[in-house]
C-alpha cells in the first residue's frame, strides 16, 4: 500500500492529469519545484561520513547538503570529494562555534539553505532512499506546514530491539512530529526560526508554527528509523528502559531496514 502511494502521488495526481493537457496543447509547462535542502548539525566528525552518504542516496528530489559542523571543523575537500563520488554534487558546510545552542546552530543553516524545502536531519539515525521524496509528496497533498513522522521506529542497538512507537498516528494531524523527520518550507523555517536553545528546539518551532495557525502532519512510518545506543551521545538523553514504557512495542528483533525501509 505503501509502495502503490508513492507511485500514485508521484504520477497519477490530477495536477498530472492537467500538465498532460497543457502538453499536449502545446503550453509549457512548470515543472513543481520539489529541491530540498538536507540540513544537518553535527557535533561528531566520526559521523560526517554517514551524513554524506544518507543525503546522496536520496532519490526522486533534487537535494543538497548544508552540513553544520558544531565546534569542530570538518575537512572540505575529502567532504565534497565523497559527496561526489556519490552524486552529491550541492554540499555546503557552515562551521558553528562550540558555545553556540542548537537553535542557533540550526538558525546558521537555515540561512544557507537554498532549497524550496529545509528537511532537519539527525547525524546518526537511518533514512531510507525515499525519505525525502515520500514527505515532499505528502506536503504536496495536505495543507500543512509541517510534515514529519510521529509513528516510527525505534533500533535500539544495545539489545538489537526494534520498537514501534506512537502507533496509529499515521496520515493525521498531530501536535508533534520528531525532530529528526522535521519538513517544511525554507522560507516558513526561516520566518519562524529557531529558539535559541540548548535542547527541545524542535518542540518550541512546532509550537510556534501551530500558534500561527499552521497544521503539523504526520505521515507514514516508513524510511526512517531512529537508532539509540549509548543515551549520553543523544541530545534527548532518555533510556532504553524508559523508550520502552513510553507508547512502545518490541516489533522484532534484528536489522530494522528489511522492514522499515520501502
Given at each position: 500500500?505503501?509502495?502503490?502511494?508513492?507511485?500514485?502521488?508521484?504520477?497519477?495526481?490530477?495536477?498530472?492529469?492537467?500538465e498532460?493537457?497543457?502538453?499536449?496543447?502545446?503550453l509549457?509547462v512548470?515543472?513543481?519545484?520539489?529541491?530540498?535542502?538536507?540540513l544537518?548539525?553535527?557535533?561528531?566528525?566520526?559521523?560526517?561520513?554517514?551524513?554524506?552518504?544518507?543525503?546522496?542516496a536520496?532519490?526522486?528530489?533534487?537535494?543538497?547538503?548544508?552540513?553544520?559542523?558544531?565546534?569542530?571543523?570538518?575537512?572540505?575537500?575529502?567532504?565534497?570529494?565523497?559527496?561526489?563520488?556519490?552524486?552529491?554534487?550541492?554540499?555546503?558546510?557552515?562551521?558553528?562555534?562550540?558555545d553556540?545552542?542548537?537553535?542557533?546552530?540550526?538558525?546558521?543553516?537555515?540561512?544557507?539553505a537554498?532549497?524550496?524545502?529545509?528537511?532537519?536531519?539527525?547525524?546518526?539515525?537511518?533514512?531510507?532512499?525515499h525519505?525525502?521524496?515520500?514527505?515532499?509528496?505528502?506536503?504536496?497533498?495536505t495543507?500543512?506546514?509541517?510534515?514529519?513522522?510521529?509513528?516510527?521506529?525505534?533500533?535500539?542497538?544495545?539489545?538489537?530491539a526494534v520498537?514501534?512507537?506512537?502507533?496509529?498516528?499515521?496520515?493525521?494531524?498531530?501536535?508533534?512530529?520528531?525532530?529528526?523527520?522535521?519538513?517544511?518550507?525554507?522560507?516558513?523555517?526561516?520566518?519562524?526560526?529557531?529558539a535559541?536553545?540548548p535542547?527541545?528546539?524542535?518542540?518550541?518551532?512546532?509550537?510556534?508554527?501551530?500558534?500561527?495557525?499552521?497544521r503539523?502532519w504526520?505521515?507514514?512510518?516508513?524510511?526512517?528509523?531512529?537508532?539509540?545506543g549509548?543515551?549520553g551521545?543523544?541530545?534527548?538523553?532518555?533510556?532504553?528502559?524508559?523508550?520502552?514504557?513510553?507508547?512502545?512495542?518490541?516489533?522484532?528483533?534484528?536489522?530494522?531496514?528489511r522492514?522499515?525501509?520501502?
Amino acid at each position: 500500500a505503501h509502495l502503490a502511494r508513492r507511485a500514485a502521488l508521484s504520477r497519477h495526481t490530477w495536477a498530472h492529469r492537467v500538465e498532460t493537457v497543457l502538453d499536449r496543447l502545446g503550453l509549457a509547462v512548470t515543472p513543481p519545484d520539489r529541491s530540498v535542502t538536507a540540513l544537518v548539525p553535527t557535533r561528531r566528525p566520526d559521523q560526517v561520513g554517514h551524513v554524506v552518504d544518507t543525503v546522496a542516496a536520496q532519490v526522486g528530489v533534487p537535494v543538497e547538503l548544508v552540513l553544520v559542523t558544531h565546534g569542530f571543523t570538518a575537512p572540505g575537500a575529502e567532504l565534497r570529494a565523497r559527496a561526489a563520488e556519490r552524486g552529491l554534487e550541492h554540499v555546503t558546510v557552515v562551521p558553528a562555534d562550540a558555545d553556540l545552542t542548537l537553535g542557533a546552530v540550526l538558525n546558521l543553516g537555515t540561512r544557507a539553505a537554498s532549497g524550496r524545502f529545509t528537511a532537519k536531519m539527525d547525524d546518526d539515525n537511518l533514512y531510507g532512499p525515499h525519505y525525502l521524496q515520500d514527505l515532499v509528496l505528502e506536503l504536496g497533498t495536505t495543507s500543512a506546514q509541517v510534515v514529519g513522522k510521529w509513528t516510527h521506529y525505534v533500533h535500539l542497538t544495545g539489545s538489537d530491539a526494534v520498537l514501534l512507537r506512537f502507533a496509529g498516528h499515521e496520515h493525521r494531524e498531530v501536535d508533534l512530529v520528531q525532530g529528526g523527520t522535521i519538513v517544511m518550507a525554507t522560507e516558513d523555517l526561516r520566518d519562524l526560526g529557531f529558539a535559541d536553545l540548548p535542547r527541545r528546539v524542535d518542540t518550541t518551532l512546532l509550537d510556534r508554527v501551530r500558534a500561527d495557525g499552521g497544521r503539523v502532519w504526520s505521515a507514514d512510518r516508513y524510511n526512517f528509523v531512529s537508532r539509540r545506543g549509548d543515551p549520553g551521545g543523544h541530545t534527548w538523553t532518555v533510556t532504553d528502559a524508559e523508550l520502552l514504557t513510553r507508547a512502545s512495542t518490541v516489533v522484532f528483533y534484528g536489522d530494522p531496514s528489511r522492514h522499515a525501509i520501502l
